[in-house]
Nanobody, 119 residues
Framework: QVQLVESGGGLVQPGGSLRLSCAASRIIGSINAMGWYRQAPGKERELVARATTIGSTGYADSVKGRFTISLDYAKNTVYLQMNSLKPEDTAVYYC?????????????WGQGTQVTVSS
């Protein structure tokens, strides 16, 4: 079973930075993409950023210019560098792996890491 281990969340003041990491293991097949999603209380889970193994990236409009996603394919690890954090970035952040196998592509989720932006 694929495992995703997230780290790097915490409490930070507005304007501060955090770096999230998500390491995948026990992968069968190959990675199509990895990404970060977030869910704030009372809201639906939303895409924050996604990176494919062919080098393309995509971001939610709300984080463009502030967040940077990077994928280390050799380490099966995805990072999210978050700068200029705002209170509205407060949420539980989830890592997602798109695992490509012969039968199709399967999604796996991490356990989530809390990010709180507050003074």
């Amino acid at each position: 079973q694929v495992q995703l281990v997230e780290s790097g969340g915490g409490l930070v003041q507005p304007g501060g930075s955090l770096r999230l990491s998500c390491a995948a293991s026990r992968i069968i097949g190959s990675i199509n993409a990895m990404g970060w999603y977030r869910q704030a209380p009372g809201k639906e889970r939303e895409l924050v950023a996604r990176a494919t193994t062919i080098g393309s990236t995509g971001y939610a409009d709300s984080v463009k210019g502030r967040f940077t996603i990077s994928l280390d394919y050799a380490k099966n690890t995805v990072y999210l560098q978050m700068n200029s954090l705002k209170p509205e970035d407060t949420a539980v952040y989830y890592c997602k792996l798109e695992n490509r196998r012969m039968a199709g592509t399967y999604d796996y989720w991490g356990q989530g890491t809390q990010v709180t932006v507050s003074s």
